[in-house]
C-alpha cells in the first residue's frame, strides 16, 4: 500500500454531470511531481515513504502536520480561507536531529528525535510558537512556523525555537523519568503521557506535567504527578469545556491560576481494552488545601515556604478562592486558610521617598532631552511644573524635601486580584 497523504475531493451534481458518476477525485499531496513522470520503482528509490501515524490539524491557523513512523514532519498549508492544500515543508529526521543539536549539546541526540506525537499549540496561548513535538522519552520540542499573525503571514518554514526537558533530568538521583511514551494529550499548557512498559518502567505509567501553579513566577517551573495504570491506554481525551474568559478568540488567556475561580476542575479520561479510567486535575489551590489539611494549622513551616514560594499575593488568592469556595464543604479547611490570610498576608507600611535625589536626577535629564511626554512617563512630578522648578533649583537645592506613600499589604492586593 502507498504510504502517502490523500485527499478526497468531492463535488456537486450539476446539470453537465448528470451522466457522470464520478463525484469525487482523489488527490495526492505527499507526492512530488516526479512521481508522476518517474516510474514506481524509480519513485521508491530516490524518496524515502514511511507510514503516517498521526495528523493535527490548526483550524485557526489553517495548517496541516503530519507525523511519520520515521520521525520526519511534513507541514502543509490550507490556504488563508482552510479551502486549498499545498505542501510547505518536509523536516526529515536527519534535519532534526541538526537542529536539536545546535540547541542542545550536552545530552544524546536519539533519545531526542525518536518522535512519538504532534500537538498544536493555539493562537490563544502563544502567536509565536505554533507545534510541540513530544518524544519517545518525554522530551517536548516546540517549533514556529514563521506565521505570526493568521490571516497576513502564510506559513513558509518549521524551526525549532526551544527544547523542554522532562522531569529527570535535572540531576536530581533516583527520580522516574517518563520512556516510552506511547499516547499524548495536550491540554492548554497541560501535557498527559501514557507511558508502556520498558526496562525502566515495569508497569504502565501516566505522566501529568504542568506550570500553572507558576504562571507568574520569574523563573520557569512546572510540577507533575505519576500514577500506576494496569494497562497502557488506547486513547486519551479531556472533559468538560474549555472557557474563553475574552470572547475574541486570538487574544492570549489568562493562566489556570486566574480562571480558577471560573471554571470547574478538568477531567481526563484513558480508554483502555479493559474499560476507561476518569483522573480528575487538581487546581492550583488544592495544592494549599492539602498543604492545610496535613499541616492542621496556618503556622506550619509548609505554609511558610508556600508563601514564600508563590508570593505572598498569589498566595492570598489561594486562600481566598478557598475561603469563597461553596463546594468545598470542610469547615476547618477554610478556618486555617483564613488565618492564613491575615498572618502571612503582611500589614500596609508607610515609604518614605528622598525627593532630593529624585529631583537632582531629574534635572539632569532635563539638561540633555527635551521636554517630551515620553521622558516624564513614570516621572513623579508633572511635566507642567518642570520649568519652574529648574528655574528656582538654586533656592531649594539644599533644602531636604521628601514624601510618603503607602505600601499597599498581599492582603490588599490579593483581594483586588480576586475581586
Not at 520503482?41 to 503530519?66: G, K, M, P
Not at 520512556?179 to 501516566?206: E, F, H, K, W
Not at 469547615?331 to 521617598?353: N, Q
Amino acid at each position: 500500500m502507498d504510504e502517502f497523504f490523500l485527499q478526497v475531493k468531492m463535488k456537486d451534481l450539476g446539470w453537465l454531470s448528470i451522466g457522470n458518476r464520478r463525484r469525487c477525485k482523489k488527490v495526492c499531496h505527499s507526492a512530488g511531481t516526479l512521481s508522476y513522470i518517474l516510474p514506481s520503482f524509480l519513485t521508491y528509490a530516490i524518496t524515502e515513504s514511511s507510514a503516517i501515524i498521526e495528523i493535527a490539524v490548526d483550524n485557526i491557523r489553517h495548517i496541516l502536520y503530519t507525523l511519520t513512523k520515521n520521525s520526519s514532519i511534513e507541514m502543509y498549508d490550507l490556504g488563508s480561507d482552510g479551502k486549498s492544500t499545498s505542501r510547505i515543508v518536509s523536516l526529515s529526521h536527519s534535519n532534526l536531529e541538526y537542529q536539536v543539536s545546535k540547541l542542545l549539546r550536552t545530552m544524546e541526540i536519539a533519545q531526542i528525535t525518536i518522535l512519538s506525537s504532534i500537538k498544536i499549540i493555539e493562537e490563544t496561548e502563544s502567536p509565536n510558537i505554533h507545534l510541540m513535538v513530544v518524544s519517545k522519552s518525554g522530551f517536548r520540542l516546540y517549533f514556529s512556523t514563521g506565521a505570526i499573525t493568521s490571516s497576513n503571514t502564510r506559513p513558509y518554514t518549521l524551526q525549532l525555537v526551544h527544547i523542554r526537558l522532562p522531569p529527570g533530568y535535572n540531576r536530581v538521583i533516583g527520580e522516574s523519568k517518563p520512556s516510552c511514551v506511547q499516547q499524548v494529550l495536550y491540554n492548554r499548557g497541560t501535557i498527559i503521557m501514557a507511558c508502556n512498559t520498558d526496562i525502566t518502567n515495569y508497569r504502565p505509567m501516566l505522566w501529568c506535567i504542568s506550570s500553572d501553579e507558576y504562571a507568574f513566577s520569574s523563573n520557569f517551573s512546572e510540577r507533575y504527578f505519576i500514577t500506576d495504570l494496569d494497562v497502557c491506554p488506547l486513547s486519551l481525551d479531556n472533559i468538560g469545556p474549555n472557557l474563553l474568559i475574552y470572547n475574541d478568540p486570538s487574544l492570549p488567556q489568562p493562566p489556570l491560576i486566574v480562571r480558577q475561580q471560573f471554571e470547574s476542575r478538568q477531567e481526563y479520561i484513558t480508554l483502555a481494552p479493559q474499560g476507561l479510567e476518569i483522573f480528575e486535575m487538581l487546581q492550583p489551590y488544592d495544592t494549599l488545601c492539602e498543604l492545610l489539611a496535613s499541616s492542621q494549622g496556618s503556622e506550619t513551616d509548609a505554609i511558610k515556604t508556600y508563601f514564600k514560594n508563590f508570593t505572598d499575593i498569589q498566595a492570598c488568592v489561594a486562600c481566598l478562592t478557598i475561603i469563597c469556595d461553596q463546594s468545598l464543604k470542610n469547615i476547618k479547611i477554610k478556618e486555617y486558610a483564613t488565618r492564613a490570610f491575615f498572618t502571612h498576608g503582611g500589614e500596609p507600611k508607610l515609604v518614605i521617598e528622598n525627593l532630593q535625589e529624585s529631583f537632582h536626577d531629574l534635572t539632569r535629564v532635563s539638561q540633555n532631552n527635551s521636554f517630551g511626554s515620553s521622558n516624564f512617563s513614570t516621572s513623579p512630578i508633572p511635566p507642567s511644573s518642570i520649568p519652574t522648578l529648574i528655574k528656582n533649583q538654586t533656592n531649594i537645592s539644599h533644602l531636604p524635601f521628601e514624601s510618603t506613600s503607602v505600601q499597599y499589604s498581599s492582603k490588599h492586593n490579593g483581594l483586588y486580584l480576586f475581586v
